[in-house]
């Protein structure tokens, strides 16, 4: 996959998910007639975004600042952005975490209504946003470490999934355009899964370099664009990432055959 085949994809992830739960905010508040209070939403939308920047902006500099022990930071974002990427693509064919995630904003965007406080409007909003740049920052972050030189496609990238997501955005937000997520979710939940996959070798492999973990050379070839290295170490993390994944699988469909198919709010 090419980096901004990558990079399009996390932003188009996360941002449908900040839209999907943006949407539902607002759509409560203009079907309960309460379409004055929406400023309070785009201001804490407008904050998230600022916050994530500011976010971005620090990891860098923090990444930058520490020359001596790139491999071993390079190796510890990678495998943070791996974890996390797992829980996300489990999540999403689950579909368990996101639907809880949106009903608990949802009650506490009626809780902020029935105060009268748009403060707390803000802060729900702020929350949903910032939830989803924060992974955004540390997903570009490990994008970037894996492939330095393809700084200008991960721009590409971002740039595409921005316009994309601002269409969807108006299509929601205007026309009420209602999207079967299951099919959107397992595609992009199998996507970020290869991801985590090639992350976790390429982790592994840097903590390697940076002499933290030992290294137990492997009689196989390196591929470097799935993150496989000729070691024991690498390709244990690996097959347990494969091992949770077929878990995750199992579990999501053998004992959730009988629920419905969302639908976007």
């Not at 949802?106 to 924060?134: H, K, P, W, Y």
């Not at 999207?179 to 390429?202: C, D, E, Q």
Request: glycine letters at 8%; hydrophobic letters at 60%.
């Amino acid at each position: 996959m090419t980096p901004v085949i990558q990079s399009f994809l996390v932003i188009v992830r996360e941002g449908f998910e900040a839209i999907l739960i943006v949407g539902a905010v607002v759509a409560l508040l203009i079907k309960t007639g309460n379409r004055d209070r929406l400023k309070p939403i785009w201001a804490g939308v407008g904050l998230a975004l600022a916050a994530s920047l500011v976010l971005g902006l620090a990891f860098s500099a923090t990444l930058a600042a520490s020359p001596a022990a790139a491999e071993i930071t390079e190796g510890v974002t990678m495998l943070l952005a791996a974890a996390v990427m797992f829980f996300v693509s489990y999540w999403l064919i689950s579909k368990t975490e996101s639907a809880k995630w949106r009903r608990f904003i949802q009650s506490q965007v009626s809780r902020a209504m029935q105060q009268g406080g748009g403060g707390a409007l803000a802060l729900v909003a702020f929350l949903a946003v910032f939830r989803e740049g924060a992974e955004t920052v540390l997903f570009y972050q490990a994008m970037y470490l894996n492939a330095p030189s393809a700084a200008a496609e991960l721009v590409a990238g971002f740039v595409a999934g921005v316009a994309v997501l601002a269409v969807i955005f108006a299509l929601f937000y205007k026309f009420g355009v209602k999207i079967p997520l299951r099919p959107f979710f397992a595609v992009t939940s199998v996507l970020l899964y290869y991801m985590a996959f090639v992350f976790a070798g390429k982790g592994i492999h840097e903590l390697q370099e940076g002499h933290v973990l030992p290294e137990t050379a492997l009689a196989i070839s390196k591929i470097k664009f799935l993150g496989i290295y000729p070691t024991v170490e690498t390709i244990t993390a690996q097959a347990i990432l494969l091992l949770l994944f077929a878990i995750a699988i199992v579990k999501t469909f053998a004992f959730n055959r009988t629920a419905s198919e969302p639908t976007a709010v």
